[in-house]
């Protein structure tokens, strides 16, 4: 399987990986399942997941994309020329870009529980051959890991050279640096935090809650049906203010009218601003894309993560990485503000690890990770080549 | 009537008014109706309202309370000795407090479209005898304010001493100073803005949207059956999180988990944090208060407000505002951030008008006015007492 695996992907003169292929792999059994932090084992987990780059003789140049929230594995790149758009970190990811995929063969899979090829809520239970639903095993920040992790191997990469993600994708990096301190090197987390703060386990728990409520949703047991479109939709149109700033928001939307001069003085004119266009736009879209199970396992493991769990404190659960960090945060991310890198950052000094630290300046709130690439890729670009010049 | 109006509340020894009583009176006529922005007209609005204090000889001492989006008439004082809870602003008004009803007349009265006595969207159309539902007419600030003129008219009341809100109420404050510019000597406008921005409308619209999309909902006429409980909790849940500061709420639950000491590991359990289990408890508690057809139609008008509608600025608009202004914000409002309430005092400083501005120090957030009375105390009280020197 190696050298399917490993094959160069095709490149474009655009900076662009060119065309890209999700591949889908088995992992774990019987004999070697996976124990979740929950208690519960599983015998048999698909991964799909995309590669970029080509890996070098000795296996050190392998870089762990970690996707956010509701990301997946096609982080770059296109599925075929047709396509209106590229991976969600095209920007990126790519030859001459800030994972410079000239130089590091780059892995990014679809997290457990997710519903975009890897085992999920939605899938089928080899066990009783029907869809999980909610019998889908509680899952964890760590357990999306341990499967990273397990495919890491099964890629026949030793160590990585380093692991990168931001939010939900930052947390797993944290854990990852933790939980499997050979397995990497260096250790990027953007926009993200050592555990989610009480303000967002109350937005988790507004999206949930449209989910449970919406009588479409049937105890998650939806497949056959429309399931919960409303309150999934919902779910995400609450998300998504808390991804944006509100300068972001003011400057893009204002008070501007959305398809009309003047006011419409009616209660049945449910958009009638932009920005609540736009908000409704954004939660019908998602719900084309988005199982919600998934959604509510995801933000369940995000509620949970607290990498000082289990420990005395913060530095003592980061004294166990080995990695040097980079952590980046924005100035106007409110829902993962400075404030919580910063307290990362503490702890990671007073767990005597590397770590450099710099809040960017970026007017678009928590999304500015997948927006404002270029400061990013001039940050990450040379901390990987530090990185990967320290190995020689 | 006005004996009966102007009667002395009761009060009792402990800084109270005392027992106090909802009263009613009709509004309008035919003759006389109530023109509303939207064109339409109302021949008859019933005001729930409450009184505390005396009227003076010559009427000089009155105060009208403007209540926030979900408040009502009773500001103070308790309805029965055996209410558990007093009046919303309770400890903002009574003898000896900041607004003193040992020295002003105190007027408050629930708003046009609310529920809670005031003619809305769930009272009778006299013109049908059915219940208005969504044909109620659809209603601005504006219109809330030509009511409470109207009533501040019938009780015989030439000019207020000040107009008092905080929020909505603000809102209104500030619409009355530059529409009936004559009625009002000073406005105290309280964590409140001279428009909403976008990231206001935006929470407001998934609140609506939550509305809407519950099958309760049957476009608004749901009152012979359960209605959209489940949106309605679901709108005040979001509408919490952005009235509290996210210092607040992590001081308050922080991670703490409700009723266990270990996490369930379930995707049964949606409430398992506090924070969680306390939006939920908001949320249901506001439902057995308040209707979803008057949420709609009150949030409605907030999203439209904007003061500098039909002037060429917002200075402009309040060049025709004669009120000495006082102005404050918290510091940790992020719904009605200081920066909103400063783009307002400037531009009361290009009209030329007489405006005194603070930014207070407190950690709750948006709903800081509603609980941290002492220093709002010293600075209204003060205020007022100048503004009632500055008569004679």
């Avoid at 780059?106 to 080899?126: D, F, H, M």
């Avoid at 959305?258 to 601003?273: G, L, N, R, V, Y």
């Avoid at 980061?318 to 040097?324: E, K, T, Y």
Wanted: aromatic share 10%; glycine share 8%; charged share 20%.
């Amino acid at each position: 399987m190696s050298a399917e695996l490993l094959e160069e992907t095709q490149t474009s003169d655009d900076g662009s990986v060119g065309i890209v292929e999700t591949r889908s792999i088995r992992l774990f059994s019987a004999d070697h399942p996976l124990r979740l932090a929950s208690g519960s084992e599983m015998s048999s987990v698909t991964v799909a997941y995309e590669t970029y780059g080509t890996l070098n003789a000795d296996a050190s140049n392998a870089i762990y994309i970690c996707h956010a929230l509701t990301g997946d594995a096609h982080a770059a790149g296109r599925h075929a020329n047709a396509d209106r758009k590229s991976g969600w970190w095209d920007g990126f990811i790519g030859p001459g870009k800030g994972i410079d995929t000239n130089r590091y063969f780059v892995i990014c899979a679809n997290v457990l529980g997710g519903c975009q090829g890897t085992t999920g809520p939605g899938s089928i239970n080899p066990e009783t051959g029907l869809r999980y639903c909610l019998s889908f095993p509680f899952l964890t920040v760590r357990d999306i890991v341990a499967v990273h992790s397990e495919l890491v191997r099964a890629l026949g990469i030793k160590t990585l050279l380093a692991v990168v993600g931001g939010s939900l994708g930052g947390m797993q990096v944290l854990e990852w640096a933790v939980s499997f301190p050979d397995q990497l090197r260096a250790a990027v987390v953007l926009a993200s935090a050592p555990k989610l703060a009480a303000q967002g386990i109350a937005f988790n728990a507004v999206g949930r809650r449209a989910i449970y409520a919406d009588p479409g949703f049937c105890n998650g047991d939806y497949y056959e049906s429309e399931g919960p479109r409303y309150g999934l939709a919902l779910a995400r149109m609450v998300a998504h203010i808390t991804y944006l700033s509100e300068d972001s928001i003011e400057l893009k939307f204002g008070r501007r009218l959305q398809d009309a001069t003047e006011f419409a003085f009616s209660m049945q004119k449910e958009t009638e601003f932009q920005i609540e266009s736009y908000l409704h736009y954004q939660g019908k879209r998602f719900v084309q894309r988005f199982d919600a199970n998934s959604y509510l396992y995801l933000t369940r493991a995000m509620d949970y993560f607290d990498l000082s769990d289990g420990f005395a404190s913060l530095a003592e659960s980061l004294s166990r990485a080995q990695a040097r960090f980079l952590v980046a945060s924005y100035d106007t991310d409110w829902l993962f503000p400075t404030s919580q890198s910063r307290d990362l950052v503490t702890a990671l000094l007073q767990a005597g690890r590397h770590v450099s630290f710099l809040e960017l300046l970026c007017p678009f709130g928590h999304d500015s990770f997948l927006i404002d690439l270029d400061p990013l890729a001039q940050l990450v670009g040379p901390f990987l080549q530090r990185t990967m010049d320290a190995n020689t």
